[in-house]
């Protein structure tokens, strides 16, 4: 058994420093750091690449709470100001990607930079930095599964549970599950698939989408807060699709590059 040592890392004065707010930096910067190591790997500019990254943090960041909101309505039209408050959590990767790639890649098209190359770099990025956000969920107790009594079961204090759960008091740590399975990703990403997949740009960034949507689809079954679209959790729904992008995407872009 686990729990949550609470969401603040330090207080600075008057100012309470989260430890969400430092796990996304702390995952943006590795990301940027990798993201410039393997353009100078692969002879891309990495200064180009860099600023391009930088569009598409922030609009990835824009996008990830705008997906949020969009599917919580209900609380945020009653609570307009909650809607700027980030460090409370409350950001969706499927927007964040959707937000990162429109952003950037309007910066990269307009530019003619390889916006192909871009997205494959970025795959690494991405899976490790989503392993590293997704602590962010345990500090702030938000983004578990159902009851269990597991041995790794998370503990989640009162004011946090579910009410149709509220006299539990032990649940699946999905973030955990998904962390691994973001680490994973990213192993296969680097040290499996990057230089299988090299003569086809893009085919990397779509084997990303396929492999993180596979774990998605699974932690997504346990967790107690899903995003929903009717009866549907929008998230499962994403990811099906991101699935059939990959294993439709990726065999097409290889056979059009033969090796």
């Known amino acids: 058994m686990f729990q949550s040592p609470g969401a603040i890392a330090v207080h600075v004065g008057p100012i309470a420093i989260r430890w969400y707010g430092v796990l996304m930096a702390t995952a943006m910067a590795l990301g940027l750091w990798l993201a410039h190591r393997d353009a ?45 408050a980030l460090w409370e959590g409350g950001l969706a990767i499927h927007g964040g990607v959707l937000g990162g790639i429109l952003a950037g890649g309007v910066y990269a098209w307009r530019r003619r930079l390889p916006l192909r190359q871009y997205l494959d770099v970025a795959a690494p990025s991405l899976a490790i930095g989503q392993a590293i956000g997704r602590w962010g969920n345990f500090f702030n107790e938000e983004a578990f599964g159902r009851p269990t009594d597991l041995p790794w079961k998370l503990f989640i204090s009162p004011p946090h549970r579910p009410l149709p759960y509220a006299q539990a008091e032990f649940f ?7 962390s691994l399975w973001d680490v994973a990703v990213f192993g296969l990403l680097v040290f ?6 090299a003569r086809a740009p893009s085919a990397l960034f779509l084997a990303y989408v396929g492999l993180y949507s596979l774990g998605r ?6 967790r107690t807060d899903p995003l ?31 090796a």
């Open 228 to 258: 929903m679209l009717g009866p549907l959790r929008v998230a499962q729904l994403v990811s099906l699709l991101g699935m059939i992008l990959a294993l439709v995407g990726v065999p097409l872009l290889l056979r059009r590059r033969p």
């Open 40 to 84: 100078r790997r692969r002879g891309l500019d990495p200064e180009r690449l860099l600023k391009a990254s930088e569009l598409a943090l922030l609009g990835g960041l824009i996008g990830a709470r705008l997906y949020y909101v969009a599917f919580n309505l209900d609380y945020y039209s009653q609570f307009p100001g909650k809607i700027f």
């Open 192 to 197: 499996v698939l990057r230089d299988r997949l």
């Open 172 to 178: 699946h740590p999905t973030f955990l599950y998904e």
């Open 217 to 222: 689809l699974i932690t997504e079954g346990l």
